[in-house]
């Protein structure tokens, strides 16, 4: 049985620190689960996580199980928003943010897997948010994305610079929501070594 790592076939999970790229992101699956407020600080933002793993360690050892085909689990993801872009960058203010963390899923696994999985995740941990966790497609087409090497809280220059230089420069705006991919467990290791994909889907300016 081949083992696939999707963080290697796919080019929307490639970026270089101190370059940003422009990418045609494809419409991919996700587990999906909402949440609201400063991730340092939110209880939410923790359960969001601890329903979203063991589910996605589910599907995966199903899909092994059942299909013979095995893959590695994809990274943590966060779609971020706020009513002023400048939550993110000048004010930096973590408490007006809104969220949706994600794990991709390979395209074969549907929603009577997950249903299987959170049944599963449910029954061992009662208390855990298993039934908010959804599958979902998200397509977010053209995107800028860089990798930003670092504690999260030094994003703020390296956004700026996206948002402020290099999409005006490229006769792009902003659309759709921030994205960033988490390669780096954030409860390990130095934070000035975190590697995090920064990504903005973009449109041409009409």
Known sequence: MTKVDFKKTLDAYRARKGRFDLVDV??????MI??????????EFTTAIEALYPIAYGLKFA??????????????????????????????DKSAWHWTLMIMQPEWV???????????ASA?????????????????????????????DD??????????EFIPEHGLRLTGTHHEIYFSDPRR?????RRTLLRQPVRTVS
């Open 34 to 43: 909402d949440g609201q407020g400063d991730p340092n600080t939110s209880p």
């Open 63 to 92: 899909s092994k199980r059942d299909l013979d085909r095995d893959y590695t689990v994809m990274p943590l993801e966060g779609l971020w928003w706020a009513d002023d872009h400048a939550s993110f960058t000048s004010s930096r």
């Open 26 to 31: 494809p419409a991919m699956s996700y587990l």
């Open 110 to 120: 549907d929603h009577a897997m997950l249903a299987d999985a959170v049944a599963r």
């Open 155 to 164: 994003e703020a220059p390296v956004l700026a610079t996206m948002h402020d």
């Open 189 to 193: 290791g130095d934070p000035a070594n």
């Open 124 to 152: 061992k941990n009662p208390d855990v948010r298993a039934d908010e966790v959804r599958l979902e497609s998200l397509h977010e087409g053209l995107c800028a994305q860089t990798l930003h090497v670092g504690s999260y």
